[in-house]
């Protein structure tokens, strides 16, 4: 099993990181009834297994067993009846699903799934809670329509279903939605406790950590917790004993990103825009989002930019990201986001130099 | 009978018809000697009969065969008066044409003849004397001489007398013989037609002076979008001053271009050479005069042309030989002297303007006048000429024999045979013939004839039909094609279809009795593909006709392939018509203008032909429609005529990019482009998307360093990208009205921003605007999408991880990947498999979505993760994989896949919450309504008329409890949505629906 998965503490009290959060949420689920709850934070900060201890905190050790359902609905939107299929993952007490998934269909996702737990609403025996709840994933995908529809039926139902929103960034969120929740940030751990969880890590598994190494793996891992355990056992599978130089390798994505900003750098020439497209089209259907795609092509393009540019460059980077999201296709706007910054590195290059 | 089922027929369609012919039909007199006369040239007289045909608008409405003899007769003996020639059928067309134009309005058409006498045309008549003039005029065999003398009398003197009248004549002369219109140019316009004649002059001299201005300009230009391969810019681009020269310098020369030329995109030598009458072919042959290249690249064309002797001319010899017939024009005396003419005329014009008045008063007078003379004997010839110049040239000049048809003689031919022996296959002794052949051509009742529009499917089969003395009855697109009625109280003459099944079922009556007499009939069914919601159940009925038919029917349709013939196409013999070549095309014609008088050199007409995309009809309208304004077309006037008014054809949404992203895209007009990029709104874009980049734009002059450039790609693709938000919107949110602004931001603006040339960006790639990636690439990321939901969905039910399919492509499946690639290549094998089976299976990994895992990490350009793998490894991985999972009882990821079980999980499990969801589905409705109504009220409109219906018996069911139990098994599905809506309904809907559950 991946160190990730093996070292996820269960419960509330065995967390390391965010412990302070940890104890609030147990004290919030055993003292009183529980709010509707929205976790934000960036990706790999606990957010998820925070989630998970919590439901053990609620439900007993049989909130994990889960099982994998592939869901049907059949919504009947008007004249036509729409079919819509998620994998949910439920137990007795809870269900978790990814209404995303469902693409712009999604707030028939959000209602039905509500309404059906409304429905069928547990027997309220003794010590039980009279409610299930319902841990939607990605909240900040989903589209405007279904997070209106979802503050309605939020209130409506709340008395048999609670909900858990987990999301990265809340701004994404509608504001009715945010106020309607106890909002609960998750911050991204600082470097120190990173090294501290690979030390715990390291410990357990019985590794010889030189010194430093957790820490360059911890500055590597971009504070997600998650990244750093990962590449922490890439590196052991990579090789073992370490070294103290040992090279902590990227993700294969980020590598290519970084081939793609070196590229731009490098030449920006109509020739160089089309072999970009090409190696963006390759890292979009290889499942890479398209919003990581962007913000790490600005990432690797702003480390080695000229100081004066990184302003409007980030400018152009930040209008084309929210005009994919508006849009479609999101080539076209990395793509417009690329000629852009070819054609103003172009023009300063000729500007300065000549 | 069958005289009956016409009789319906006339009254339908041909009451007119009708009138016009019983005038004719009393004189049968004259009809009769022309017969005799003519009698031995059988095939000379039924052509004449198919321009009665064509003057009669069908076939069906001819309702005997004597008019048409009758008429034909006197042409035919106007033939014979006439000079005899060789091949009579186009002499006598030749024939008629002027004559109608002279006998209205002699004076005109004498006058024309003038005028337009250009030195290259040779034309004998250009320094006519008047009494001249009037020989030909007489002469050509009108059998009315008295008459037609005393209107040539009265007309001619003024005719001589003013020169001046030189100038209109043209163009009444080319309207060709219409009272009215005559009038007008005579009084109104006669200023303009000065002005006019002037100006034509003028046009004429500045061609043949070599105007070096229209030379550089033109030279400017460059020749636009090369197809083929990447070609180098001229080297002295637009720098040589382009020669003109007369405009049949180069005739009867056949140029082949190659390489790159000094100064002329290719395009432009091209077009250089045909508008002096040259011809230019792709490859080199016996027939071309010359290869016409620069620099010997020593390609297959040069080879070649050292082979066959060739001569070899560079573009300078070219500008010599174009400048060389010009001096030779300058210094040409006629030239001089017409211009001294033209001025002359120009000052007698204003004197002579009121006698000419005078005398076309006269002259218009003069011929109502002397019609009633005529019209005991002659009246057919005043009234035919009158009838046929205004005909379209379509109908005028259609095929007169089977020869006469161009192209698809072959075709013709077998249709031809298949009507010859109709009736003996399928009347007399049916059931032999049909057990011998059955693939032999005679098999088949009917026949289907398909090819595009204006090839001559409808004049072959009338022609053929007319040709075998059968008698057509033509059913269009203009009757209604039903399915016939089986209420015979009706009436038979109340639906064509009834009339149909009549005469093809009847018609054996006719046959038995007296088979040889009575004419036999065909059926053409024109525009079959065209049946459609009127004509219900038109196709099936067509197939029953067919069936049981005792007469041939031929059915006609453009596209064959069209989903209605579909069950039709088995019951016909399948004949596809081809377009012609445009020499067949070209050849026609030049017959036409020829017989027309006006003056068009083979290489125009050969553009023409290939502008209108092998539609005759087309090409011919094209032509009499330019008559109308000028006498002499050149290529350059076709070549302009046909850039805007080009046919509309389906446009592939390559050709619409390449236009407009065409070297001259940007002198498209706005609506031009907006169609272009509406050919196909879906496309169009996405090809744009593709290609924007490879287009060197044509706006940028100088731009050493590519700046400009990287602007201007930056700007369209900042375009591109704004109208994928606009679509969204439309496609979203049903605004449709933002359709315009969409096209204009995906297609129109990137066009118009970078237009220009196109070149190729990768090594080896064709020079042509690639497919949209996107379509492909999109579809490919929806596979791997599912396939990553699929390894989600195994690993979310190991229960070991819980993550986000996004978490996982992200981060996990690089070390996913390690876990399960770097074993195998490091540790010895049998360990290596054990151990990554086991991890397989600790995250119920099965041997599908390790491949998939291992297809999504790849990236071009990045080694695989297999590599390096030996391959009895692998095997020895799938083997062992393969042993395990037998021995597995349960798999965590079984709950959704059970081992040796191939059907897709999502059906399976689909299946077995099927009844959940029932009533899941029902009674969320409910709930549901409440929120739904407005949302189901925004997403379409359109909607609403389906629901209308059910509305309707929903609202009947509150009425009777009979049709209550039948709505409840049909419209509660529909219930929720339409209590919204619906008024009466509302109550009895809801409570039917509720008491179902």
Known sequence: ?354 | MQGDIRKWFMKQHDKKEDNGNAPKAAKPTLAIPGKVSTGKDASSSSPMKSVQGGQESSGRRKTSKYFASEKQNQEVAKEVSGPTSKRKVEKSSANVQPSHAKKLHTVKDDDDDDDFVLPKTGKSSSDATPSKKLKSGSGKGIPSPSTKEESDDVDDTPAMAKSSGRGRGRRGGAVGGRGKKLDDDEGGDGDDEDAKEVKSAGRGRGGRGGSAAGGGGRGGGRGGFMPFGERKDPPHKGEKEVPEGSPQCLDGLTFVISGTLDSLEREEAEDLIKRHGGRVTGSVSKKTTYLLCDEDIGGRKSETAKKLGTKFLTEDGLFDMIRASNRSKVTNKEETKKQVANKEETNKQVAGKEETKKQMDKMITSVPKSSPQKAVKKKDDVRKPAGTDSLPWTEKYKPKVLTDIIGNQSLVKQLNDWLKNWNENFLSGSSKGKGKKQNDSGAKKAILLSGTPGIGKTTSAKLVSQMLGFQTIEVNASDSRGKADSKIEKGIGSSTANSIKELVSNQSLNVDMNSSKHPKAVLIMDEVDGMSAGDRGGVADLILSIKMSKIPIICICNDRYSQKLKSLVNYCLLLSFHKPTKQQMAKRLAQVAKTEGLQVNEVALEELASRVNGDMRMALNQLQYMSLSMREIKYDDIRKRLLNSSKDEDMSPFTAVQKLFDYNGGNLRMDDRFDLSTSDPDLVPLIIQENYINYRPSSVKKDENGVQRMNLIARAADSIANADIINVQIRRYQKWQLFPSSTLQSSIIPAALLHGSREILEQGERNFNRFGGWLGKNSTMGKNYRLLDDVHVHLLSSLQFNLGRRTLCLEYLSLLLKQMTDPLKTMSKDEAVEKVVEFMDEYSISQEDFESLMAMSKFQGRPNPLDGVAPAVKAALTKAYKQGSKSRVIRTADLITLPGIKKAPKKRVAAMLEPIDDGVVGDADVAQNDENNSDAEDLGTGDDEEEKPKLDIESLSSKGIQLQMESKATGTKRAPAGRGRGGGGRGAAASSSKRKR
């Open chain 1, 1 to 354: 099993m991946l160190w990730v998965d093996k070292y996820r503490p269960k419960t509330l009290d065995k967390v390391i990181i965010h412990q302070d959060v940890a104890q609030n949420l147990k004290k919030l689920v055993t003292e009183q009834d529980c709010p509707h709850l929205l976790f934000y934070g960036p990706s790999g900060s606990g957010k998820k297994t925070l989630i998970m201890a919590l439901l053990r905190q609620m439900f007993g050790a049989s909130a994990e067993k889960v099982k994998v359902e592939n869901k049907n609905w059949k919504v009947d939107a008007g004249s036509r009846t729409i079919d819509l299929e998620l994998t949910t993952l439920s137990s007795t007490h809870h269900v978790e699903l990814n209404p995303s998934d469902a693409g712009f269909q999604d707030r028939y996702v959000v209602q039905e799934i509500i309404k059906e737990m409304a429905k069928n609403r547990p027997i309220d025996t003794k010590g039980k809670k009279g409610f299930k709840v319902l841990v939607l994933n990605e909240v900040d995908k989903l589209s405007r329509e279904a997070q209106h529809s979802l503050r309605r039926t939020m209130e409506k139902y709340s008395a048999s279903c609670r909900l858990i929103l987990c999301c990265d960034s809340s701004s994404k969120v509608t504001e009715a939605v945010r106020s309607r929740c106890l909002n609960v940030r998750i911050s991204a751990p600082k470097e120190d406790e990173i090294v501290k969880v690979l030390e715990f890590i390291g410990k357990k598994e019985g590794l010889q950590l030189p010194p430093g190494f957790a820490a360059r793996i911890a500055e590597k891992s971009n504070r997600s917790l998650r990244r750093a355990i990962l590449s922490f056992e890439t590196c052991r599978v990579q090789q073992y004993p370490f070294t103290n130089n040992q090279v902590i390798p990227p993700m294969d994505w980020e590598e290519y990103i970084f081939e793609i900003a070196s590229d731009i750098m490098k030449e920006q020439s109509p020739k160089r825009l089309f072999q970009v497209r090409g190696k963006l089209y390759e890292l979009l259907v290889n499942c890479i989002p398209p919003e990581i795609v962007l913000k790490r092509l600005l990432y690797e393009l702003l480390k080695k930019l000229d100081f004066e540019l990184k302003h409007e460059v980030c400018h152009w980077a930040a209008y084309y990201e929210h005009r994919m999201r508006l849009g479609q296709k999101a080539i076209f706007h990395i793509e417009a986001f690329v000629a852009k910054f070819m054609s103003i590195y172009k023009g300063f290059l000729i500007a300065t130099f000549g």
